[in-house]
């Protein structure tokens, strides 16, 4: 059985990911390739056992089964096909023209978060006036300030009725390649490298001051005003966001410097696998030749609720798939729970008790 080694645990402490070469066989990763190519316009296959093998039937399940713990076999995955483009003048979900952003379009996030498609006009209005349209053109409609709101991508603006949490967690995302992301350009996933500690920190920092987590906690508004189109979500937290800009950071027109993040630079059957924790992106495939092809799985420790069954593709478990109210026993209260896990990074990672401990030391 493939494990971890102690470098390697060490290595994802320190880095907040880990790329485990050929960590899915190739007739595993042959046959994802080939019921994409086989797919028909709009098909769905993020549930399809092809998929869901490439951790079910991987070395990725006892390596993840070592290092952090039990989880659900994933029912479900996102399947990440980004075709080669060129940058446009389109306004991007951060609100800056997508032919304006460094690194190949990255925009840096946490998971979790609130997504509603960029508007394409300038905004015009009072920050308010602007939030309560930009919110209201989600699908559900106008609701107010609530946490019935739901994103176009299927997670509501708040995990609590309470409005504390504004985001979604988990414990740990598996990348799966499947072609060739070994030049840079090529719509590879890139993370913000060692962030995941200082996004801890920050959640800390959050809940010791008033016990709300996530964006519209102290410290993170949700949408920036100040952005191209006035109306850019705020995917990090900009106190975070900070530490990782320095003199060598681009730029764009508007002076503002942006995080350089790490591209991950995988062939297929190479695995990444990173704590909730980290920032990451999509990039732009403007160097690729095909599409780039990354099964991305969600997965969560099954000690924060035993009882709850999670696929493997939502960031939002404490709510159902479509924004859904789930029900839990008596006592068990899910948003603390979770507040815990993030304010707690390595609860979760049972394997990796004894490195913490060391390095944090």
Known sequence: MRTLTLEEKRNLYLDGYIVLRKAVSDDLV??????????????RLGGETVMTDLVNASSITPI????????????ACQVGV??????????????????????????????????????QEVQEGSPEEIYRRHFASGPKGDLGRSPEVMGHNMVPLFEDPAM????????????????????????????LRGAHHDMEQFFQWQYATNGRLG????????LNYAAPNRCGMVYMPPAVQ?????ETSESTPDGRKWPRPTQILMEPGDACITSYHIPHSGTRNENGTESRKNIIFRIRNKKRQPNVVV???TDHPDRGQMGEWLDFEEGNDPWERSKYAMCNMWHEWDGMADVVAEESA
């Open 215 to 222: 964006p519209e906690g102290p410290g993170w508004p949700r």
């Open 242 to 246: 900070d530490k990782f800009v320095d």
């Open 30 to 43: 042959d046959a994802a390739k080939a019921r994409i190519k086989a797919a028909k316009k709009g098909e």
């Open 64 to 75: 993840l089964h070592d290092v952090m713990g039990q989880f659900d076999p994933p029912t």
């Open 311 to 313: 696929s493997g593709v």
């Open 164 to 191: 504390t949490l504004g985001l979604g967690s988990f414990t740990a995302f598996v990348f799966v390649c499947l072609n060739d992301q070994t030049t840079e350009g090529c719509g590879q996933t890139a993370l």
């Open 82 to 119: 980004i075709k080669p483009s060129q940058p446009s003048d389109r306004f991007n979900n951060v609100g800056y023209r997508d032919r304006d952003m460094p690194y190949y379009g990255a925009q840096t996030h946490m998971d979790g978060s609130i997504t509603i498609a960029a508007p």
